[in-house]
């Protein structure tokens, strides 16, 4: 009976043991993963201080811009962006070609022109305990400017739908001044989807020509055509791009 007394206390200071082991096991475990979270997050996005970004939707629109985002803290970024513009084939389905003489189709090239816009973006969000970053849901004010170039063919004074080899230079110039708002976020370490929409206004200067025949001197004419307007303006979109701290 003692022995049998004697091996059940072994038994049961050897299943304590035992669970006090498993329990330390556990909890270093637990510290372990969380340090490689902490390490993961240090080498991510806490630490990227530099993005570069495009804009594949802005081709139909005849911009391609690359853009470029720096953090100034945690919850501040300016975001930075120039491009090539060349034809618009979104205002081309909206504009009318043809002239008020029907015969007349005014044939257009697109030339060379730039854009440029500048923001500013704050990120309200809350990443973690004391810990703010350029990630989540911003807001923020926005410029933009985009010069659109183009020449067309005038048209013969004696002959309709026939055009000389002189050609008219043209331009569509639009200045934005608007509220940004979207959704950053990061993926697979530093690459990045920024989703963004925004509301303003648009000064727009645009001088084309068109075919029209003048009564005055009896023969068809290349007659400009300037606008100058301000009107209100939508956006919406997504870039995407990587981040990095060097």
């Known amino acids: 009976m003692r022995y049998i007394v004697i091996l059940l206390i072994g038994f049961m200071a050897g299943f304590s043991a035992s669970d006090a082991g498993a329990q330390v096991r556990s909890s270093s475990e637990y510290s372990y993963d969380g340090s490689d979270r902490?390490?993961?997050?240090?080498?991510?996005?806490?630490?990227?201080?530099?993005?570069?970004?495009?804009?594949p939707l802005n081709i139909f629109i005849g911009d391609f811009p690359v853009y470029y985002e720096h953090k100034l803290d945690k919850r501040l970024s300016v975001e930075v962006g120039a491009g090539y513009t060349f034809r618009n084939y979104i205002f081309g389905i909206w504009q009318t070609t043809a002239s008020q003489v029907p015969e007349f189709i005014d044939i257009r090239e697109a030339e060379p022109g730039f854009s440029a816009r500048a923001s500013l973006r704050y990120f309200p969000n809350k990443l973690r305990e004391g810990i703010y970053d350029i990630e989540g849901f911003y807001f923020g004010p926005e410029i933009q400017y985009k010069a659109y170039n183009m020449s067309v063919l005038e048209c013969?004074?004696?002959?309709?739908?026939?055009?000389?080899?002189?050609?008219?230079?043209?331009?569509?110039?639009?200045?934005?001044?608007?509220?940004?708002?979207?959704?950053?976020?990061?993926?697979?370490?530093?690459?990045?989807?920024?989703?963004?929409g925004g509301i303003g206004v648009r000064s727009k200067d645009q001088n084309l020509h068109f075919c029209d025949w003048?009564?005055?001197?009896?023969?068809?004419?290349?007659?400009?055509?300037?606008?100058k307007t301000v009107v209100p303006v939508i956006s919406a979109g997504f870039k995407f791009g990587l981040g990095t701290n060097f």
């Open 38 to 55: 902490e390490s993961n997050f240090d080498d991510g996005i806490e630490n990227v201080k530099h993005i570069f970004k495009v804009n």
């Open 156 to 196: 013969d004074p004696d002959f309709p739908n026939r055009y000389t080899e002189n050609t008219k230079s043209e331009h569509r110039n639009l200045l934005d001044i608007k509220i940004t708002f979207g959704y950053q976020q990061f993926y697979s370490g530093n690459f990045i989807v920024d989703f963004y």
């Open 214 to 227: 003048d009564e005055t001197q009896r023969s068809f004419l290349s007659t400009p055509e300037n606008v």
